[in-house]
């Protein structure tokens, strides 16, 4: 198979997916990687060229990946999460919304374009977990403890452009990130970010039922194949915090394997195009001959 890695420049040197590229290259697929964060690209060509199986996006949010994903699906290429979800998920804000209407456990949700509208919150939502609603990486996630915490900590958000606000949820500083790999399961514990100090060593625990029934459920929602739930256990029950698709996968057992797996198995269940070859040069991106340096060509797409 060919398939297409578009791979952000914050994720340049990440294991994840760049291993996954390595393995399916030495199962002797064809693996082609774009960074379109960082080259000159003939987006119309690239795309209608329609030579390859699926297309694979690991990007940060906001991230010009997704537009490049989304034309790719546009022209009926396969991609690798359905290019949907991944937007239905990428805007935590459209996320909420979907997640509580379809009944998820997700926290009620508060929307602003600018911090100072944040102060009209009623005072016994407090605290307040706020962070952008196109955030990634626990990137600028605050824990607001009062209307007063919040003047101190709103201007550190100014430019973060649409941001949301939840009522924290108790718990006891440790998050649970589940992991799944095209229906496997598998959970993980680690220190929250807000609870920096709990020095809880990450490792792979057990996945509770009433847990893996709900993550399970995000999988239907969302139509996602390969993702991670944030999911806190607090004094009602699980609570679902944050989605991410094409996660770490960290601590899940022969990750890489199991991803390139799954990766071929969706690539293979989808419906490619059919289109003329084009040559190689129009896919090259302008002053670039090739990628970096992986063990696998780059020449790729490109």
């Known amino acids: 198979m060919r398939l297409c890695f578009l791979v952000e420049e914050h994720y340049r040197y990440d294991g994840m997916p760049l291993d996954v590229a390595r393995q399916l290259t030495a199962w002797g697929h064809r693996v082609d990687v774009l960074r379109p964060g960082d080259s000159l690209l003939a987006i119309s060509e690239a795309v209608r060229a329609g030579s390859h199986d699926a297309w694979v996006l690991k990007t940060v949010s906001g991230g010009p990946g997704l537009t490049l994903l989304e034309a790719a699906a546009a022209v009926g290429l396969t991609t690798v999460n359905d290019v949907r979800s991944i937007r239905g998920v990428r805007d935590k804000a459209l996320a909420a919304v979907i997640g509580r209407t379809r009944g998820l456990p997700v926290p009620v949700t508060y929307a602003a374009a600018r911090w100072e509208r944040l102060a009209e919150i009623p005072a016994a939502e407090y605290p307040l977990v706020v962070k952008p609603a196109d955030g990634s990486s626990g990137r600028a996630v605050r824990l607001v403890r009062s209307p007063d915490d919040l003047l101190e900590v709103g201007p550190q958000l100014a430019g973060e452009g649409l941001l949301i606000a939840q009522p924290y949820v108790p718990n006891s500083g440790t998050d649970l990130k589940v992991y799944c790999v095209d229906g496997e399961l598998f959970a993980t514990e680690r220190s929250s970010p807000l609870h920096p100090g709990q020095g809880v060593r990450e490792r792979q625990v057990p996945l509770p039922g009433s847990v893996a029934r709900i993550?399970?459920?995000?999988?239907?929602?969302?139509?996602?194949?390969?993702?991670?739930?944030?999911?806190?256990?607090?004094?009602?029950?699980?609570?679902?915090?944050?989605?991410?698709?094409?996660?770490?996968?960290?601590q899940v057992p022969d990750a890489v394997a199991r991803v390139a797996r799954a990766v071929l198995r969706l690539a293979r269940s989808g419906t490619a195009v059919s289109a003329p070859a084009e040559p190689a040069a129009a896919l090259v991106p302008a002053g670039h001959a090739a990628y970096g340096q992986l063990g696998f060509e780059e020449r790729d797409l490109l």
Do not use: K
């Open 215 to 250: 993550v399970a459920q995000v999988g239907e929602v969302f139509g996602l194949d390969l993702f991670g739930v944030d999911v806190l256990l607090g004094p009602d029950g699980p609570v679902v915090v944050d989605i991410n698709d094409f996660p770490s996968f960290r």
